[in-house]
């Protein structure tokens, strides 16, 4: 459905705009999509992208609520506010990041307000986001570079997690495409440019110092200089620092009216929640990090010490869930579910994982309802092959097919699974979908049969049915069969026993098609 949604918005708001004034700069750019474009999706890929990257952070209303009205001061300056629909929230993530899609989407991670001293500091980050949205930097990357094809609208997104078993933790999250590659994709230096210049122009507008976008900066080239990867793989991978950016916000303060409102300790008070339990999520970061590298003794020992700390965290209780399912108690695992849901019942994470618990204990209705809720919030590999492979059970072998279809799109466990469970279902009735062929000559003009299995499976007994005209102009008929075992991704070949007088005359004279073929067990 979502892909459908996607596709329809594309094609429905994506106009040829041509030239257009920049609304931020005045002046002109090449852009393709317009403002109906930006909200349209904008919209279709916020949730998603939310729910794949940890949720909410709803443990303090407060904080959130200062955030958006700190954001909404900003948004006021904005020279499209009455054009597009500016939303702010937190994301319950330790990387520190922060971004924008567009129409006026833009989030901060929990990982970046603990780095942050001042309100001046937070409007800083927040005025760089709403440039890169009112300045149409998304739809403008997308108009030059067209990074949507009419096809590919959907993507994997590959987050940690303990799915499936020890050997393949990973959630495989299917979500707009054009979402994962505008949170990927490195603006270019003008566009960064452009938003520290007029994000601290809005700032100063809006009543702050933009001192607080020189200090922001001056503190990000000394932490990318001694932090981790997740700091290289979070803000700075796509806002890069740089000792010409601090200089340029330098040059940029110089020209706007001294001094304004720099938030120091109302920034400390709205904050204080967050670094008590700051501890916490440190503890549970590392417990994720030791269960990755299989120390489950860590792993619960740190994860003991996050919730002493704060006990009413979901994604706790979620990671407990985890390390008892990885111990096969699927009783316990379920309960540590259960309390992850009612801590926060707006993420997809506890839903998949009761329902793949309440899938390994035989409780079909109840896990059909889980994963679908968790469907709901986002698709994922593993929901859709569970449902598959309950729905092939019941007898209902059209929709198992059309969610092993989609699960197998992923190259996680689940997808993989879910591939030879189509390829089982299918082959028999579609053995050209899933085997590639072609006729072909050598030198000699002889030819030949290649063929290549599309799929993860070995196949085997690939049956091929051939036709030819001879040279009195009479058609005749062949088969051959390729016993095999073919393995997934391989490709081979055969003779068919003819030979043509020109290889010219191949595309005229030959026609293969696959007629037949099974799975190699």
Known sequence: MMQKLILSTLIATAGLAGCTVNPVTGERNFQIYGSDWEREVGSQMYAPMKQSQGGEFILDPTLTEYVEGVGARLAAQARRKDELEYEFSILNDSVPNAWALPGGKIVINRGLLVELDSEAELAAVLGHEIVHADAAHGARAQSKGMLTQAG??????????????????????????????????????????????????????????????????????????????????????????????????????????????????RYQSKTAYLRRVQPAYEAYDEA???????????????????????PRESLFHDLQGDIHALNKDHA??????????????????????????????????????????SLEMVP?????????MMDKKNGNLD??????????????????????????MDLGRNPSKYIASRAAVDPENIVWVQFANQTSVPIRNIKFRYAWLDEQGQTREGSKTFRGPLPGGEQDQMKLGIRLANSAELSQRVRVEVSSASVAE
């Open 152 to 265: 590919a609208v959907i993507s994997m997104v590959v987050l940690g997690s303990t799915i499936d078993d020890r050997a393949a933790r990973e959630v495989a999250m299917m979500v707009p495409a054009l979402g994962a590659q505008m949170l990927t994709q490195k603006y270019g230096r003008d566009a960064e440019r452009e938003s520290d210049e007029y994000g601290m122009l809005y700032m100063s507008e809006a009543g702050y110092d933009p001192q607080g976008a020189v200090e922001l900066q001056e503190t990000f080239v000394e932490l990318s200089e001694g932090r981790n990867q997740d700091w290289l793989s979070g803000l700075f991978a796509s806002h890069p620092p740089s000792r010409e950016r601090v200089e340029n916000n330098q040059k940029t303060a110089a020209g706007l009216p001294a001094g304004g409102d720099m938030g120091v300790e």
């Open 288 to 310: 994720n990090k030791a269960l990755k590298e299989d120390n489950m003794a860590l792993a619960q020992e740190k994860l003991n010490t996050a919730m002493s700390i704060e």
């Open 332 to 373: 316990k695992a379920l309960k540590s579910y259960e309390k992850a849901i009612r801590a926060n019942p707006d993420f997809f994470y506890g839903y998949l994982r009761r329902g793949q618990m309440e899938y390994q204990l035989n409780r079909l209705q109840p896990a059909r309802n889980s994963l679908g809720t």
């Open 380 to 388: 994922t590999a593993e929901a859709h092959y569970l449902l598959g």
């Open 399 to 424: 929709s198992a097919l059309e969610h092993f279809q989609t699960a197998a799109q992923s190259e996680s466990e689940s997808g993989k699974k879910a591939n030879r469970e189509l390829v089982l």
